[in-house]
């Protein structure tokens, strides 16, 4: 089985500019998560979606957004890209939503704001 | 809002040696608890889980954990690491709000 990919791998962009971050789940997997890590801060949880519902939230602002599509693959944007939205991007599926699901992550999209 | 915390950023044994890496979580409800290993080049991989019954856990490649209520604690430890252990390992705690909280990682690093 396919584990979860992401695209692109690695992207650079500069500051006032927006980006869309890929996530392919596992195949079957219908709950996709977004982290972003960063040296300072680790690993921080963005949002989850399920069936094409945001499921949950972390605290980062508005211009952080997600979406989920009919086929589970979801899609992350930034908008106005700040200097400090320079990490990795990790998306992470799980088959359902249920706390004590199994997360399996991918290798991450690495954005540079320039 | 939960925390995790983990007590050590950078550990470094010989070959042979035990491992035990302490991890703290802040909730007092219900709480799964995991253990993730990302190897140099690699993505981020779940080492093993705890979610209910036996507080002691075992996991991947000769890993465990214990989970102790009491002392919000679950460390994890192997008795005998090889080279190929070395990594960064992340405690990660999810409860009643469903987000998955992780501590800050501890870098393992294993001599031959």
């Known amino acids: 089985k396919a584990g979860v990919t992401q695209t692109p791998r690695y992207l650079i962009k500069t500051r006032g500019q927006q980006v869309t971050l890929s996530c392919s789940p596992i195949s079957g997997h219908r709950s996709v998560s977004w982290y972003q890590q960063t040296p300072g801060q680790g690993l921080q949880f963005l949002f989850e979606?399920?069936?094409?519902?945001?499921?949950n939230k972390g605290n980062f602002p508005g211009r952080f957004s997600g979406r989920q599509f009919s086929n589970s693959r979801s899609e992350m944007n930034v908008s106005t890209l700040e200097l400090g939205d320079s990490a990795l991007y990790l998306c992470a599926s799980s088959w359902s939503s249920a706390r004590s699901d199994t997360q399996y992550f991918g290798p991450g999209t690495r954005l540079t704001v320039l | 809002a939960q925390s995790v915390s983990q007590h050590n950023h950078h550990v470094i044994l010989s070959e042979a040696a035990s491992l035990e890496l302490g991890c703290n979580y802040s909730?007092?409800?219900?709480?799964?608890l995991f253990w993730y290993v990302q190897y140099p080049g690699q993505h981020l991989q779940l080492l093993l889980k705890?979610?209910?019954?036996?507080?002691l856990v075992k996991g991947i490649k000769g890993f465990e954990a214990e989970f102790i209520k009491s002392k919000f604690s679950f460390n994890l430890r192997k008795p005998s690491v090889q080279w190929s252990d070395t990594a960064e390992y992340f405690c990660?705690?999810?409860?009643?709000?469903?987000?998955?909280?992780f501590g800050a990682g501890t870098t393992v690093t294993v001599r031959a």
């Open positions: 705890y979610f209910s019954g036996d507080p």
């Open positions: 990660a705690s999810r409860g009643d709000d469903y987000k998955l909280s």
């Open positions: 909730y007092g409800g219900t709480v799964n």
């Open positions: 979606y399920f069936s094409e519902t945001q499921r």
